[in-house]
């Protein structure tokens, strides 16, 4: 078996894995796997709706996605795409709040907002990172709870005591009748677009542009690129900024697209962490992130449907997700086994 | 008000909102100290909150007060089956042990909800009434000043932690197995070589995590909030990791940042009632232990250096 294969198929084994332990959970806990699954099922594809619905989750999964690939492919973890989000998130809809302009102008304004917000909180743990080596891992997810909180007291400050902010102008919104009456009025909206040319953005400048070759380089090796003469702190630095921007941008599609307002938040969105898991089964790569987000977005939104159809808490569908990256995780031991499965079909022969 | 006064306020407060951060903050120093990172730690916790209510819950009538202790017992062994199997996939499956930490976060919170779920029909238990109770230590706390500090209304659980903390510090510094421990996490090849078991040390170490983050969850969920929900512990674990970190890896220094968190946390809740105090908005005293955590880690509070061999799988005969 090529080594390419095994790495195709080590996501797909952990998928299959992943929905056999749920369905192993739902058995022991006297549920009824198969109805589970068929409510999950038609929680994504039941109707027009719902189809609408879960492209609309998909969206800001596939920004997170790409966040979370981004940095690791320039050999950077960033568990601060949360943190980066809910920052996109507040920014996009304060500046949807606060002014009211042409939605030429607004809309580009307040996406743009989000982006910058985000990059702000990826370069700080970048700026850490190139100047003091501290691991990013730590800083991001202190950069977590602090997004979470300075936004929660910006938002009472913005809404004079309230929970949330006002709804966004108009011209401001992502949202589009036209694609809402394709979907029997899901919140589904021009998001998407603009998350699917953000997956050809990364594309572009991993594989295309001189920085994106430098921040590869960077990711392989560290010292093997500074002897090359690139500035790896530069490089650290502009990682982080780019894939906070990518954060803020999913920040944005909730902003913009899905809620059209900002309200302050008990806990983590979880989009974010679950960004992680979106990479790591696209195995970072542009494409791979679209497969990813499109399974865990909709797994994420057809579980909603679980309650009232089959009677199976939500939280199985986390379960799944949490046993599909542990399994992703331990890739050494699938390609172990399946090397092993490949040998002995061999010696069969 | 006077000064003594709002000590007498905010000190007591203060250990009793550090007591389960101290124990989760030195869980996390055994792990680390081998070279396993733990940022499973958060679900670690959320896994003992919940069996500890759970077990709180189903057989307070049986074992009456008793019962929070036992209970902690049960959180104790349901944290180290599940901190088992951070160890399995980041010792030997080789696993990205950050990666793995964040899957045991969201496997551990996920499957805690569900079964309350699946068990009580709703979104969080209902409370316990079996608690861990306040009260007055005899004679010490007659003592001035001194005693309505520390020794008035509360917890065991507070001398527990501390208790721990300074086992801890004689188990990792003054014992064979301590030097071990930190040699496995320092430079793992040189432990092997001298015959020390590296896979074994991490395995312990992962599950003296486990255990001790158990204990620390269902110690917060039995003083702290007294039900269990999806909110229940809510950033503490990694409130602890930023303990350890702060603590640079050292039990003491943990415990030390850990009862200064504490004290943050407390301002956060009981300062609006203290002058001075509740001038300041509280989102800085909020996020006041993860800036100081990122200050740390950047040297600008002393040099915070993690143990050498952290975060890398050990593989035999790889230079």
Known sequence: ?349 | MSFLEILYFIVPSAIFYAAPLILVAIGGVFSERSGVVNIGLEGLMVIGAFVGILFNLLFADTFGGLTPWLALVAAMVAALLLSLLHAVASISFRADQVVSGVAINLLAIALALYLVKSIFDKGQTDFISERFARYNVPVLSEIPVIGPLFFTSVYNTSFFAIGVAILAWFVIYKTPFGLRLRAVGEHPMAADTMGINVARMRYVAVMISGALAGIGGAIYAQTITGDFGHATINGQGFMALAAMIFGKWHPLGAMGAALFFGFAQSLSIVGSSIPVIQEIPNVFLLILPYVLTIFALAGFIGRANAPKANGKPYIKGQR
Do not use: C
């Open chain 1, 1 to 349: 078996m090529s080594n390419r294969v095994t790495n195709l198929l080590v996501p797909i084994v952990s998928v299959v894995l992943g929905l056999i332990v749920g369905a192993i959970i739902m058995l022991v806990s006297g549920y009824s796997p198969i109805e589970g699954y068929a409510a999950l099922w038609n929680g994504i594809f039941g109707d027009l709706y719902t189809i609408g619905e879960t492209l609309r989750q998909i969206t800001p999964y596939l920004l997170a996605g790409l966040a979370v690939a981004f940095a690791f492919r320039s050999g950077l973890f960033n568990i601060g795409v949360e943190g980066q989000l809910i920052v996109g998130w507040f920014a996009a809809a304060y500046v949807g709040v606060a002014v009211e302009l042409p939605k030429i102008i607004h809309l580009p304004l307040a996406i743009l907002a989000a982006a910058v917000a985000g990059a702000l909180w990826g370069f700080v743990p970048g700026l850490l990172k190139a100047k003091f080596r501290v691991h990013e891992v730590i800083v991001t997810i202190m950069m977590n709870y602090i997004a979470l909180h300075v936004t929660n007291a910006l938002i009472r400050t913005v809404s004079e005591g309230g929970d949330r902010t006002e709804r966004i102008f108009t011209s401001a919104s992502l949202r589009s009748e036209f694609l809402e009456n394709l979907t029997e009025f899901s919140r589904l909206h021009m998001g998407l677009l603009l998350a699917l040319i953000m997956v050809g953005v990364m594309w572009f400048i991993l594989e295309k542009t001189t920085l994106g070759f430098e921040l590869k380089a960077v990711g392989f090796n560290q010292h093997a690129s500074e002897y090359a003469g690139m500035n790896v702190n530069k490089n650290i630095i502009m990682a982080m900024v780019i894939s906070g921007a990518f954060a803020g941008l999913a920040g944005a599609m909730e902003a913009l697209g899905t809620f059209e307002y900002v309200s302050s938040k008990g806990g983590f969105t979880g989009i974010g962490f679950d960004g992680i898991a979106v990479a790591l089964l696209g195995m970072n790569t542009p494409l791979g992130v679209i497969f990813g987000a499109t399974l865990f977005g909709s797994l994420k939104y057809g579980a909603l449907n679980m309650p009232n159809a089959a009677g199976i808490p939500i939280e199985i569908v986390e379960i799944v997700i949490a046993v599909i990256i542990f399994f992703v995780a331990s890739g050494y031991i699938i390609r172990l086994l399946l090397l092993r499965a490949a040998g002995k079909k061999k010696e069969a022969k």
